[in-house]
């Protein structure tokens, strides 16, 4: 069965540090995978989106993901943290075949100042 | 419309009450679906719909859960003798539908929070 994992239920970083964070997927099939991020009494915004093509995509603050086929990874990238930062996010997997779309468990980020 | 809406915002019920929640895609968007967020929980998938075709209900947690899609635009979640560990925020999202450039880019609604009792 297709599934989406983030291995890392809750992040802490210091302002200014980099962040890294993990999503991993199974798949049968050419994967559309995403991004959201949810802050707090938010809804869920997309951040970046990987079709095709360019394995390292850019997405919106500041965030990049790169795609790995051979590690059936896509994990989210930021140089430096803002205090802003600071939310729930989700790496999301969807089929080029189907339009089920699974979500990982989500990361919770925290920012220390 | 301009995006997707959901209502109830809130809902507070009591045990074994049915409930039902509403939601109204991007026009246009052929691809409906529901999540479910409990506390410290990730996204649940319930259900998916697409277009005319039979919606994919693997997600469903019960036969007490159950949704239709009426004129491929509106979707209407029904609980049926809620339960308290139904309570949750229920997430609706709507897309273009696989096969399209730019499918399956998700726009949610701002979820309806259950509460039940």
């Known amino acids: 069965a297709q599934s989406v994992t983030q291995p890392d239920i809750h992040i802490t970083v210091s302002e200014g540090a980099s962040l890294e964070l993990r999503c991993n997927y199974s798949y049968g099939a050419t994967p559309y995978l995403f991004w959201y991020v949810q802050s707090p009494g938010q809804g869920l915004q997309l951040l970046l989106k990987y079709f095709s093509g360019d394995t390292l995509v850019q997405g919106i603050k500041g965030f990049e993901a790169e795609f790995k086929r051979s590690q059936s990874s896509f994990n989210l990238r930021k140089p430096s943290v803002h205090w802003s930062d600071a939310a729930e996010y989700f790496c999301?997997?969807?089929?080029?075949?189907?339009?089920?779309?699974?979500f990982g468990q989500g990361t919770t980020l925290q920012v220390k100042p | 419309g301009a995006g997707v809406s959901q209502s109830p915002s809130n809902k507070v019920t009591e045990k074994g009450k049915d409930v039902e929640l509403r939601c109204d895609p991007i026009?246009?968007?052929?691809?409906l679906y529901w999540y479910r967020q409990s506390l410290g929980q990730g996204l649940e998938f319930l259900i998916y719909?697409?277009?005319?075709?039979?919606?994919?209900k693997s997600g469903l947690p019960s036969d007490r859960f159950s949704a239709e899609r009426t004129g491929g635009s509106v979707s209407t979640l029904t609980i049926q003798r809620t339960q308290q560990e139904d309570s949750a925020v229920y997430l609706c999202?709507?897309?273009?539908?696989?096969?399209?450039?730019?499918?399956?880019?998700?726009?949610f609604g701002a979820g309806s929070r259950l509460t039940v009792l």
């Open positions: 999202a709507s897309s273009l539908g696989p096969g399209v450039a730019g499918a399956n880019v998700l726009t």
């Open positions: 999301h997997y969807g089929s080029s075949n189907t339009g089920k779309l699974i």
């Open positions: 026009s246009g968007h052929t691809a």
């Open positions: 719909f697409q277009g005319n075709s039979a919606p994919d």
